[in-house]
């Protein structure tokens, strides 16, 4: 099936550094969703975003939806510890699709 | 939002046998999906699983291998059928209802491996 690319593949930060990771697709989403998914566990949503060029925040993290509805950034400022993981975004057409496209996941390690 | 409940949450099995993989909800909702993720990868859509009739399974994955139940709206279940070790991986059910603001749930994931 469809996926969404996703860039960087991985990254290699120092704590406090500021991370930022896109994700584009070659079809219009009417929904963009981010997850971290952490070891052993599932995906857990971090933003989700429901109109072309919205701007919106949940405390250190920023994500944007891209106006021509075919990307999506997230950001995380002054990143910690605990920001290690997977970021994936999602895609959803909507209006009676709800399944969810899968981005192909950024993989952030901090270094000490 | 919901909380979603799997279990197993692992489990190592013989090639040819199945495993059924169940999924709890803790309220009903409208939508319930199950993934697949393979080692290192992403997440790949298998099926969604329609309350009270046949389950709506994506390119590449058919009824006979990855049978589907869903009785009701807070509970369902994927069977792995005829397993052989390709079928190695996380599986993973996902479930909301469908225009909410939260998005989807995910369960913590089924890991299974086949020898």
Request: with cysteine; glycine share 10%.
């Amino acid at each position: 099936g469809q996926q969404l690319n996703q860039s960087p593949q991985s990254m290699f930060i120092q704590e406090g550094e500021d991370v930022s990771m896109n994700c584009t697709s070659s079809s219009i989403f009417n929904t963009w969703l981010w997850y971290k998914q952490d070891p052993g566990e599932g995906p857990v949503l971090l933003i989700a975003l429901y109109k072309a060029g919205e701007l919106t925040s949940n405390g250190r993290l920023t994500a944007q939806f891209g106006i021509t509805r075919k990307d999506s950034f997230l950001n995380i400022s002054a990143s910690i510890p605990s920001d290690v993981g997977i970021y994936f975004c999602a895609g959803q057409v909507g209006f009676g699709n709800e399944k969810l496209t899968f981005g192909t996941g950024t993989r952030l390690t901090i270094i000490p | 939002s919901a909380v979603i409940s799997q279990k197993p949450s692992r489990d190592i099995c013989q090639r040819g046998t199945s495993l059924t993989i169940q999924c709890q909800v803790d309220s009903q909702v409208t939508m319930m999906f199950w993934y697949r993720q393979q080692p290192g990868q992403s997440l790949t859509l298998i099926a969604t699983a329609n309350q009270g009739s046949e389950a709506t399974y994506e390119s590449g994955f058919v009824i006979d291998k990855f049978p589907i139940s869903r009785p009701n709206l807070t509970f369902s279940t994927l069977t792995v059928s005829n397993m052989s070790p390709e079928d190695s991986s996380i599986y993973l059910c996902s479930g909301g209802s469908a225009g909410a603001a939260y998005g989807y749930t995910f369960g913590s994931g089924t890991r299974l491996t086949v020898v």
